[in-house]
């Protein structure tokens, strides 16, 4: 199944028209927080992304940006997502994506291994113990060198990586393989994703 991540910075989506495209499904921003302030933000397209991707029949997950520095915080960003996903049908998972920042500091930047991996596990958990499916979202150098796999077997893997074929040792269940596709209904450039499990129906 090949799906779309869709964000606020992708402006106006015409969810008929990746339909017919041939996308499956769409992973939906639903906020962040700030990787120097630290606030907390919702996206500003998340609840008009989510009523024109349900208009089409589309399923989603949704994806938050952390940039926590310690457990408390992940907890906050969990229920603020959870808040956010009141009253929606979510079929794909709740991904927690936690990255370094091209050309500045981010705030998790002096993170140990352990600690970054101990915040993951705490939102993961968190939106686990109110019935959604938790994944981690990183590319291969972060999966590998920047958390500890070993304390995240349980969750899923969205494994982020421009190649053709992924040379990531290791299992998950999807795989961005471009952020610079052209689709009919999404601005340039768009990402795509595989999803090897059909979320739908489990």
């Not at 002096?110 to 970054?116: T, Y």
């Not at 939102?123 to 959604?132: C, D, H, L």
């Not at 979202?137 to 070993?150: F, M, P, S």
């Not at 393989?177 to 450039?189: L, Q």
């Amino acid at each position: 199944r090949v799906g779309i991540h869709v964000s606020a910075d992708d402006g106006d989506v015409n969810f008929d028209r990746l339909k017919k495209a041939g996308i499956d499904f769409v992973m939906i921003q639903i906020g962040s927080r700030g990787y120097g302030s630290g606030n907390l933000m919702a996206d500003d397209m998340f609840y008009e992304n989510v009523r024109k991707a349900t208009e089409a029949e589309m399923d989603f997950g949704v994806t938050f940006f952390s940039q926590a520095i310690t457990k408390e915080e992940a907890l906050e960003e969990a229920d603020r997502v959870i808040e956010g996903l009141q009253g929606f049908t979510v079929v794909y998972p709740v991904v927690f994506d936690m990255e370094y920042v091209k050309n500045d500091t981010a705030r998790v930047q002096g993170l140990s291994r352990d600690a970054k991996t101990e915040i993951a596990i705490a939102f993961m958990e968190a939106v686990e113990e109110v019935g959604y499916k938790a994944m981690l979202y990183g590319d291969k150098e972060w999966l590998i060198r920047k958390v500890d796999l070993t304390k995240l077997i349980s969750y899923d893997i969205w494994l982020s990586q421009e190649a053709d074929t992924p040379d990531y040792p290791y299992k998950y269940t999807m795989w961005e393989y471009t952020k610079n596709a052209k689709v009919n209904g999404i601005s340039e450039p768009a990402k795509l994703s595989i999803c090897f499990i059909d979320y739908a129906s489990k």
